[in-house]
């Protein structure tokens, strides 16, 4: 009995911490002065920081305070590879740069035990990945949930002479195929993925 107790305040408090983020947050434009992409960093623990978020150490409730609280969850999960939850944004600005920002948050079994008492959808895929989506009760619970990584895929397309100036050389340019590259930052938690076809996508965690 103590134990149903002490899930339901989780829970409780899980959904008001969500719900005071948003009611502080829907009407706030966001700040002129906010941390952009490429001033990323390494603490002195060896965290990566970008937008004032440490990976490995902040939470999606810190995320929304800063991009708001219009978020799309999903579950990825395929056989003999661990189960990834990732959280969408889907229409972001960063200091007037209009992006998506998707992050990827750090789930143990306790976590997926929860959600899975709060699937809204659950569809098979073509690739064969299991996609799971959630009620509002789910995305709530996942409001303290450490954030592992965060990508930034900006709407606008950045030139290499763009990125350069922005982000400087990078430390290694490994080429995936003809008209996909990976410039390295490891000083930075960085890397960013050049498509010639499609959207350049920065990808921050710890190296």
């Not at 008001?16 to 002065?33: K, Q």
């Not at 970008?50 to 490995?56: D, K, N, R, S």
């Not at 569809?123 to 299991?130: D, H, I, N």
Request: no cysteine; charged share 20%; hydrophobic share 40%.
């Amino acid at each position: 009995m103590k134990e149903r107790h002490i899930v339901g305040y989780t829970l409780l408090g899980s959904i008001l911490a969500f719900l005071l983020i948003f009611l502080l947050t829907r009407d706030v434009e966001m700040p002129e002065n906010q941390a952009m992409p490429w001033q990323s960093y390494l603490n002195e623990q060896g965290q990566t920081v970008v937008f004032e978020l440490t990976m490995g150490r902040s939470q999606l409730i810190d995320a929304a305070r800063q991009f708001g609280v219009e978020i799309e969850a999903s579950l990825f999960e395929r056989e003999h590879i661990e189960p990834e939850l990732e959280v969408y944004f889907p229409s972001t600005k960063v200091g007037g740069i209009g992006a998506n920002i998707i992050l990827n948050l750090a789930v143990d079994a306790q976590h997926l035990e929860m959600l899975r008492k709060n699937i809204d959808q659950s569809m098979l895929m073509p690739s064969g990945v299991k996609k799971t989506t959630f009620t509002t009760t789910g995305e709530a619970l996942m409001s303290h949930y450490q954030i592992k990584s965060l990508s930034f895929v900006p709407k606008t397309d950045l030139s290499e002479e763009v990125m350069l100036n922005l982000f400087g050389k990078p430390e290694q340019i490994e080429s995936a195929s003809p008209s996909v590259s990976y410039w390295h930052y490891p000083q930075k938690g960085l890397r960013i993925i050049v498509d010639d076809e499609h959207k350049e996508i920065l990808e921050f965690f710890n190296q």
